[in-house]
């Protein structure tokens, strides 16, 4: 259910989307200490919550906050170039995480990979997501086409994967905690309530629980269920996107 590897390539995708493979798990992805250089530098400028799961911290703003609401929809695009750039400042010197994801998704499929269109406009990618200890990322799953039900990009989709590389981890807790069967959108919402999620508790023992090491890269199926265990002390620190397949032919696409 979980593939190990030092080195990405289109073979692991391909398993990942055919769902011979629940994660990957890219160890060294970056060097550990520069991922703690990396998370320092990112969270010693702040951070904000998301608006619609204010428990859990960001830098950028996701899709998923814009709910196909008009004027959130306008904010998210017209702060994508403006996010992308405040990644890379909080980076600099070094090469933010998530451009070197994208040039490494870029030269191992064999279709190339870009950065998303959604309406005719560049798609932001790079959310850096905060954790607070003690607060568990409730269970759930992520769906294009349900966060962007008139469009057909997202409606194409054969297959979608959530992305993450750890810059910081609390020593105890905040473990991904992945469940193999999907709930329809239908099942989802009548379970979740009028929270963001559900509690982990009521969906079972998960089929994997991974603790992820500062530096590693973390792929996985985000139309399956999941969810982050409360951590015990320290924040915990992760740039994130979605990639994107619609077959071996077209190339793959990203995210946040």
Same mark, same amino acid.
């Given at each position: 259910?979980?593939?190990?590897?030092?080195?990405?390539?289109?073979?692991?995708?391909?398993?990942?989307?055919?769902?011979?493979?629940?994660?990957?798990?890219?160890?060294?992805?970056?060097?550990?200490?520069?991922?703690?250089?990396?998370?320092?530098?990112?969270?010693?400028?702040?951070?904000?919550?998301?608006?619609?799961?204010?428990?859990?911290?960001?830098?950028?703003?996701?899709?998923?906050?814009?709910?196909?609401?008009?004027?959130?929809?306008?904010?998210?695009?017209?702060?994508?170039?403006?996010?992308?750039?405040?990644?890379?400042?909080?980076?600099?010197?070094?090469?933010?995480?998530?451009?070197?994801?994208?040039?490494?998704?870029?030269?191992?499929?064999?279709?190339?990979?870009?950065?998303?269109?959604?309406?005719?406009?560049?798609?932001?990618?790079?959310?850096?997501?905060?954790?607070?200890?003690?607060?568990?990322?409730?269970? +759930? +799953?992520?769906?294009?086409?349900?966060?962007?039900?008139?469009?057909?990009?997202?409606?194409?989709?054969?297959?979608?994967?959530?992305?993450?590389?750890?810059?910081?981890?609390?020593?105890?807790?905040?473990?991904?905690?992945?469940?193999?069967?999907?709930?329809?959108?239908?099942?989802?919402?009548?379970?979740?309530?009028?929270?963001?999620?559900?509690?982990?508790?009521?969906?079972?023992?998960?089929?994997?629980?991974?603790?992820?090491?500062?530096?590693?890269?973390?792929?996985?199926?985000?139309?399956?269920? +999941?969810?982050?265990?409360?951590?015990?002390?320290?924040?915990?620190?992760?740039?994130?996107?979605?990639?994107?397949?619609?077959?071996?032919?077209?190339?793959?696409?990203?995210?946040?």
């Amino acid at each position: 259910m979980i593939i190990e590897t030092n080195c990405l390539d289109a073979t692991c995708i391909e398993k990942l989307a055919n769902q011979k493979a629940l994660a990957i798990r890219v160890k060294n992805f970056i060097p550990s200490d520069l991922a703690m250089q990396l998370g320092e530098k990112i969270l010693g400028q702040g951070f904000e919550h998301y608006l619609n799961a204010p428990s859990v911290g960001r830098i950028g703003m996701a899709f998923y906050e814009a709910e196909n609401k008009p004027l959130r929809m306008v904010d998210y695009f017209e702060s994508v170039f403006k996010n992308i750039e405040d990644l890379r400042q909080r980076c600099s010197p070094y090469q933010a995480p998530i451009d070197t994801l994208r040039c490494v998704l870029d030269e191992i499929w064999p279709a190339g990979a870009q950065l998303e269109t959604l309406y005719g406009k560049k798609m932001y990618v790079g959310l850096s997501r905060v954790v607070r200890p003690g607060v568990t990322f409730l269970a +759930h +799953h992520d769906i294009f086409a349900k966060d962007a039900p008139d469009s057909f990009r997202a409606k194409s989709l054969l297959a979608q994967f959530a992305a993450n590389v750890y810059l910081a981890m609390p020593n105890q807790g905040g473990a991904l905690q992945l469940w193999k069967d999907e709930l329809s959108p239908e099942e989802f919402d009548a379970m979740r309530g009028d929270n963001y999620g559900i509690e982990p508790s009521l969906l079972g023992k998960p089929t994997l629980e991974i603790q992820p090491e500062i530096g590693e890269l973390l792929l996985f199926n985000s139309r399956c269920m +999941h969810s982050v265990s409360a951590g015990a002390d320290d924040l915990r620190l992760s740039l994130s996107c979605f990639i994107g397949y619609r077959g071996s032919a077209n190339p793959l696409s990203f995210w946040s």
